[in-house]
């Protein structure tokens, strides 16, 4: 057991690494680069860091069909013992909230949903982003469940 302890113990450092490199990657604009490194960390060693990431980047490259498969992973509602991934994990929740608002909302003017979004789906993600220990991610979700929650909402169904 000693022995997997230490492999498991190497594996999350090593994807530790890899996520800080991926995000600085980000920061600096290489996408291409930060979903590299989000996938390689990801497949070492899982958790929401590496899909939050790869979520963000395919946003920013305006393919929103992968933003979603990535922070919907992303998004798992899975407590984990590393604070910054169940912050990724809310930041991500949030994030998918926000796609699918846009969605919903566009729904209301007449646009065709391929994504067949759910309102409360969506409510239930802001929700989850809330739990946040960000004030202003917790602020930013508050509103847009108003948004959500009160905009005609007999026309959501």
């Not at 946040?132 to 905009?151: C, F, G, P, R």
Request: proline share 2%; glycine share 6%; aromatic share 10%.
């Amino acid at each position: 057991f000693k022995m997997i302890r230490k492999i498991f113990k190497m594996s999350k450092n090593q994807s530790k690494a890899l996520l800080d490199s991926a995000n600085q990657s980000l920061r600096d604009g290489d996408l291409e680069e930060a979903i590299h490194l989000a996938l390689e960390s990801y497949e070492l060693y899982g958790g929401p860091g590496g899909p939050y990431i790869l979520g963000h980047s395919f946003l920013l490259l305006e393919n929103k069909d992968k933003a979603i498969e990535w922070y919907k992973l992303a998004s798992k509602d899975i407590e984990h013992d590393d604070n910054s991934m169940n912050e990724a994990r809310n930041i991500a929740c949030f994030n998918l909230a926000e796609i699918y608002k846009n969605i919903l909302l566009s729904r209301i003017n007449g646009e065709e949903d391929k994504y067949n979004i759910g309102v409360h789906e969506t409510l239930d993600l802001y929700k989850r982003s809330m739990k946040s220990n960000n004030e202003q991610l917790k602020n930013a979700a508050s509103k847009s469940y108003t948004i959500v929650d009160t905009a005609h909402p007999f026309k959501w169904d």
